[in-house]
C-alpha cells in the first residue's frame, strides 16, 4: 500500500492521524505506530480491541498526506485463517501461561547453549584423552601387563 503523493503538500500531524486511527477502530487502543520512511509510505497504527489478548493482531494504514483510511484490520472480524494465525502469536511469545511459561520459554531458549558447552567439555576431554590410548595401542602387550 502506498500514499497518494501530493507535490508541496507536507505529511499530516501525529494527532491528526491517530484522530483517523480511532474512527476507523473505535474502542481500540493504540500500541504501536510504524512511521513512514518513504515519501509515499504510510502511516501503520497497531491497536489492540478489547478482549484481544495480543498488541499486534488488529491495525490501520492511512495515507500519510490526505489522513484516508487504505486498509483496517480488526481482529474480531477475520476469517478463519487470521483467526488461526493470530492464534500462534501468544504460543510464539510464551504469553499464554503467565510467568511460569515465560520462566519456562527461556529454560527452553537456553537449552542450545547449554548442549553446545557440554559437548564441547565432552569432545575436549575425548580429544585430551585420544594420544594416551593409542601410545597404549602401541606397547608392546609384555609392557602392558607388567
Do not use: C
Amino acid at each position: 500500500m502506498k500514499s497518494t503523493l501530493v507535490s508541496g503538500k507536507p505529511t499530516l500531524n501525529l494527532d491528526e492521524i491517530l484522530r483517523s486511527s480511532d474512527a476507523a477502530l473505535p474502542g481500540a487502543t493504540n500500541t504501536f505506530i510504524n512511521l513512514p520512511k518513504k515519501p509515499d509510505d504510510v502511516f501503520e497504527i497497531y491497536k489492540k480491541v478489547p478482549g484481544e489478548a495480543e498488541d499486534f493482531n488488529s491495525y490501520v494504514k492511512l495515507d500519510q498526506f490526505s489522513g484516508k483510511v487504505l486498509y483496517v484490520q480488526d481482529s474480531r472480524r477475520g476469517g478463519l485463517g487470521d483467526r488461526i494465525l493470530n492464534s500462534f502469536t501468544p504460543i510464539h511469545y510464551g504469553t499464554f501461561g503467565g510467568l511460569p511459561t515465560r520462566i519456562f520459554y527461556v529454560f527452553v531458549g537456553l537449552a542450545p547453549l547449554v548442549l553446545f558447552i557440554t559437548g564441547f567439555v565432552m569432545w575436549r576431554y575425548r580429544y585430551r584423552a585420544k594420544p594416551n590410548n593409542q601410545m597404549n595401542a602401541r606397547q608392546p602387550a609384555e609392557q602392558r601387563r607388567s
